[in-house]
């Protein structure tokens, strides 16, 4: 087992990292950028690098930088977190060749994973259902007009090399498909650095349901369970809740046992995450994150699991310890996202934590590194906490997420709390009927008025 490990993220998914080390017994790393001196993160580590300047890129995704600090300090091992160099393939690569372990799969599958058209193809080729649409990338404007009217409309053009929502572009007839095609490609190029664009069949009102799954290096997969992550704002997740509320245990488990049966033909390991549009009863797999998930929390409050010992673990080398029929899963969870923005206009709101207070009692989990005093920096996500909770049913969830998000006191900045309040008292959403667009129709009729 590793001695050290570094943790080249901030925020609460460092700290995150920071308490799975310090249950196994493991040292801890932590590195900063001169904006995140005074971190939790920071403060709460073993020892402590600065690795560069506010700008993440100077810093956090500042490879050589990053490899040094583990170098001087000894660590065996680096965990990426999520975000910045967790889905960087050459990055996992250089760890490997500075004789360090990289806490996630073997790079040829972030690669692979990468690459949303190579990602596809390799899904389908595994047995995963995918959405309709383009066989590969679109060479161009005359192919891809060919192409929608042979999915029929509307259509969804996306980037190969998207990531975060951005590079899609809709067509909802023949007249715009050629300038979608053109637009789609040149955001791309400019965003990622590569222009190449594939497409879909766009799906009306499906459900974002994605599936956790974990496999060592001798084999040995297992899913734990689906979650569902509808809940988007400009295709950015604010809310998840496992199980989902439109899926019973035998579809997830359907499901789940189809991804377990890819990912064990094409040798994965570490955590994962496969994810799914869900519609009229039909999944349609659309990427696959080769990290840990912000939403991971959900997954282990219903499964009792700590998923970052497990990537740890199998990272290691070590076999897993369970087998599929070993995992069970207790009741349901939810888990606010706690954004620094305005909860009305989602303009962001860094700056100091005057205040702060965190709820906590029965089945209430807070990952967070805010404390007052502390001064959100304005370079980075503005995700500063995750509220999650667990109930023996549906019900009692969402009664006790209404009394936590109650108790929650984060004065000096607006946070998204307000929104989350107002989401869970909306009958629609209590009666688990929504869909990929429900958030963005409530805000837009919500600020109307
Ligand atoms: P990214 O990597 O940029 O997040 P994804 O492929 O994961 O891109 O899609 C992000 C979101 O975009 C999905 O959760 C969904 O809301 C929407 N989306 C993606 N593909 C489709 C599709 N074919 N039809 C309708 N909506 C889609």
């Not at 679109?138 to 980037?159: H, Q, R």
């Not at 297992?222 to 704002?233: M, P």
């Given at each position: 087992?590793?001695?050290?490990?570094?943790?080249?993220?901030?925020?609460?998914?460092?700290?995150?990292?920071?308490?799975?080390?310090?249950?196994?017994?493991?040292?801890?790393?932590?590195?900063?950028?001169?904006?995140?001196?005074?971190?939790?993160?920071?403060?709460?580590?073993?020892?402590?690098?600065?690795?560069?300047?506010?700008?993440?890129?100077?810093?956090?995704?500042?490879?050589?930088?990053?490899?040094?600090?583990?170098?001087?300090?000894?660590?065996?091992?680096?965990?990426?977190?999520?975000?910045?160099?967790?889905?960087?393939?050459?990055?996992?690569?250089?760890?490997?060749?500075?004789?360090?372990?990289?806490?996630?799969?073997?790079?040829?599958?972030?690669?692979?994973?990468?690459?949303?058209?190579?990602?596809?193809?390799?899904?389908?080729?595994?047995?995963?259902?995918?959405?309709?649409?383009?066989?590969?990338?679109?060479?161009?404007?005359?192919?891809?007009?060919?192409?929608?009217?042979?999915?029929?409309?509307?259509?969804?053009?996306?980037?190969?090399?998207?990531?975060?929502?951005?590079?899609?572009?809709?067509?909802?007839?023949?007249?715009?498909?050629?300038?979608?095609?053109?637009?789609?490609?040149?955001?791309?190029?400019?965003?990622?650095?590569?222009?190449?664009?594939?497409?879909?069949?766009?799906?009306?009102?499906?459900?974002?349901?994605?599936?956790?799954?974990?496999?060592?290096?001798?084999?040995?997969?297992?899913?734990?369970?689906?979650?569902?992550?509808?809940?988007?704002?400009?295709?950015?997740?604010?809310?998840?809740?496992?199980?989902?509320?439109?899926?019973?245990?035998?579809?997830?488990?359907?499901?789940?046992?189809?991804?377990?049966?890819?990912?064990?033909?094409?040798?994965?390991?570490?955590?994962?995450?496969?994810?799914?549009?869900?519609?009229?009863?039909?999944?349609?797999?659309?990427?696959?994150?080769?990290?840990?998930?912000?939403?991971?929390?959900?997954?282990?409050?219903?499964?009792?699991?700590?998923l970052v010992r497990e990537q740890?673990?199998?990272?290691?080398?070590?076999?897993?310890?369970?087998?599929?029929?070993?995992?069970?899963?207790?009741?349901?969870?939810?888990?606010?996202?706690?954004?620094?923005?305005?909860?009305?206009?989602?303009?962001?709101?860094?700056?100091?934590?005057?205040?702060?207070?965190?709820?906590?009692?029965?089945?209430?989990?807070?990952?967070?590194?805010?404390?007052?005093?502390?001064?959100?920096?304005?370079?980075?996500?503005?995700?500063?906490?995750?509220?999650?909770?667990?109930?023996?049913?549906?019900?009692?969830?969402?009664?006790?997420?209404?009394?936590?998000?109650?108790?929650?006191?984060?004065?000096?900045?607006?946070?998204?709390?307000?929104?989350?309040?107002?989401?869970?008292?909306?009958?629609?959403?209590?009666?688990?009927?929504?869909?990929?667009?429900?958030?963005?129709?409530?805000v837009a009729s919500r600020n109307?008025?």
């Amino acid at each position: 087992m590793f001695e050290k490990i570094l943790i080249a993220n901030r925020g609460e998914i460092a700290l995150r990292v920071q308490r799975a080390c310090r249950e196994m017994g493991i040292k801890t790393v932590a590195v900063h950028s001169t904006a995140d001196s005074e971190a939790m993160h920071v403060r709460l580590a073993d020892e402590a690098v600065c690795i560069g300047p506010p700008a993440a890129r100077d810093s956090y995704l500042n490879k050589a930088a990053i490899i040094s600090a583990a170098t001087i300090t000894g660590a065996d091992a680096i965990h990426p977190g999520y975000g910045f160099l967790s889905e960087n393939a050459a990055f996992a690569e250089m760890v490997a060749e500075h004789h360090l372990t990289f806490i996630g799969p073997d790079p040829k599958h972030i690669r692979n994973m990468g690459d949303k058209v190579v990602a596809k193809q390799t899904a389908k080729e595994a047995g995963i259902p995918v959405v309709p649409g383009s066989e590969g990338a679109i060479p161009d404007e005359n192919a891809a007009v060919e192409i929608a009217d042979s999915i029929g409309y509307p259509v969804l053009i996306k980037a190969s090399a998207g990531g975060g929502g951005r590079g899609m572009k809709v067509a909802q007839s023949r007249d715009d498909v050629r300038e979608a095609f053109t637009t789609a490609g040149t955001e791309a190029k400019a965003a990622f650095g590569n222009g190449e664009v594939y497409m879909e069949k766009y799906l009306g009102h499906p459900r974002h349901i994605e599936i956790q799954v974990l496999g060592d290096k001798h084999g040995n997969v297992v899913h734990l369970g689906e979650r569902d992550c509808s809940l988007q704002r400009k295709h950015q997740k604010i809310f998840e809740e496992t199980p989902s509320p439109a899926l019973n245990r035998a579809q997830a488990n359907e499901i789940g046992d189809v991804v377990v049966t890819a990912m064990k033909k094409i040798g994965y390991d570490n955590a994962g995450t496969v994810e799914f549009l869900y519609e009229d009863g039909k999944f349609y797999f659309i990427e696959m994150n080769t990290r840990l998930q912000v939403e991971h929390p959900v997954t282990e409050m219903v499964t009792g699991l700590d998923l970052v010992r497990e990537q740890i673990r199998v990272a290691a080398g070590l076999e897993l310890e369970f087998k599929q029929e070993d995992v069970k899963f207790e009741g349901y969870a939810m888990e606010c996202r706690i954004n620094a923005e305005n909860s009305y206009t989602f303009a962001p709101s860094p700056g100091k934590i005057l205040g702060y207070h965190a709820p906590g009692g029965r089945r209430v989990r807070v990952d967070s590194g805010m404390f007052a005093g502390f001064k959100i920096p304005p370079h980075y996500d503005s995700l500063i906490a995750k509220l999650i909770v667990q109930g023996s049913t549906r019900e009692e969830c969402l009664m006790r997420m209404r009394r936590a998000l109650h108790e929650y006191v984060i004065d000096g900045i607006d946070t998204t709390i307000p929104l989350h309040q107002a989401v869970l008292n909306e009958p629609t959403f209590v009666d688990g009927n929504y869909d990929i667009r429900w958030l963005e129709n409530f805000v837009a009729s919500r600020n109307a008025k």
